[in-house]
């Protein structure tokens, strides 16, 4: 494989105590968006732009490729969340902006057809994100469509998945039968909470639950049968009380998944809150899902955030499942789109301005749309493989082999030590897993296989995030929390006083 040469920062090699207790502390941002603080711990290995070197390299990334997954990024929204961490475009802009923002996506279709002979390759995964990728006109997504498939071939059988809002799918049902219509078999739907004050303070449309089961209705009626609830936790102010009823209202939809993201404040409009949420409040949430998912018949690994009530069924869109099993690169289209080839990591224009300025010109000028691309060191792609990985709570163990050329175990083998010794990790017949134990550390575990230039990074970051609990948090959660303490794990108990007496924080 074609690294990059390993930069000196990524060959420092940290005592896993240290990295493990730096990652807890930075609970906030030791998680599967890797890498952190990219722009300083990416640098060495990022690409010029002159004479159009990113472009080159870009494309000969793909040469040995034969098999990859599709990611189709569209960034409009009826309006943005305070809460979104993602790539969005004013929505004022939507109108007049859509068309020419479908035009770009052919576009960008046609330069990766040219580039890298993408006929010749398959989909063996195809997500359709956003933003809220259901709102555009179903011509539009027809025009993807049709663009997706002449430019590549489909594996037979890959399921195609999709997102919406519950008010989009309630208002316009018509959307959903076209959205079924066009062969897309997944959707995914953001409730994130029922809770009207959370909803209000979050900017989010905030509507009757009863809407999410207008909602659930069309889109059962357009025949999607691999339906998903997208919900969240780790706000500022939600109580468990609150949590406990989202959850429930999720069960009633009756999904086949659920999916819980911990709310990641980084980079959002109301980052300052993150100070205000602490590791107990996040243990306390993820002990009661696990409690009502499981009684309910949604079932998750240890880690693992998408709950599925179908044996054998990972309950992941395809894209995502082989991501994280078997680290399958994943070409990203359209505005702020990340891309991971074997060897580099890329990023769309759009991002940082959230406009189509960048991304637009670079297209008409007949340039892939790249902000920045990355030639990883070997191990710069195993930190970002791992965090991947961690979608799932594991790593798989043969997928690793075959792409690095060593066992997990010759490449950490100190942070293997850690982990199995202390019953953080175990091993599965094909995984090294997250035990419940570890589930609870999930961020200083995680920490312990970034690359150690991140690793560096988070050891920077001072003592952590400060906490302080918001006026009023001890009568909202400690009742609830003490009747937690009799859960089987003890893991809250022993590790988070200390953490949170500031014992064993990374300085
Ligand atoms: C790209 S959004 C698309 C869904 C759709 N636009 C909606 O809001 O219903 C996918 C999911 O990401 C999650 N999400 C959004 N912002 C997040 C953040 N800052 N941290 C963690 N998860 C987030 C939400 O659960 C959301 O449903
Ligand atoms: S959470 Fe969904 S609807 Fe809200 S801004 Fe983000 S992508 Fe748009």
Redesign the pocket.
Known sequence: MNWNITSPADRQHFAPEEIFAAGLAQHHLANTAYPIGHVTTLRPYRVTRRAGEDDRAAAAAWNDIDQLCLYVHIPF?????S??E?T?VDPRLNQSAEDTYFDLLVREFELWGQAIDSAQKTLIGFDIG???PALPQAANTARLMEAAHRHFRFKPGMQISIET?PRLAAHDPQKMHDLRALGIERISM?V?TIQPSLLRALG?NASAADINYTARDAIRAAGFEKFNVDLMYGFARQSLRSWSETLQHAIDLDPEYITLYRMRYKGTQIAAQAQHVTLEQIEAMVQLAKEKLSAAGYLATPGKNTYSRLTGDPGTSDYLTTRVIDGTPYLGLGLGAQSLSPTTLSYNAGAAGKNLTLYQQKLEAGRFPLQDLYHLSREAAMGKMISVSFYFGEINLASFRRKFGLSLEQAFPAEIDFVVQRGLMEYTATALRLTLQGEICYNGVIALFYAPAVQEHLLKLAHGERVKPVRGWRKIWQPEFEALKTSPCPAPALILPRLNSGEGRGG
């Open positions: 929204c009826e309006k943005r969340c809460f979104c993602y969005v956003g933003g809220t809002t953001g994130q989010r």
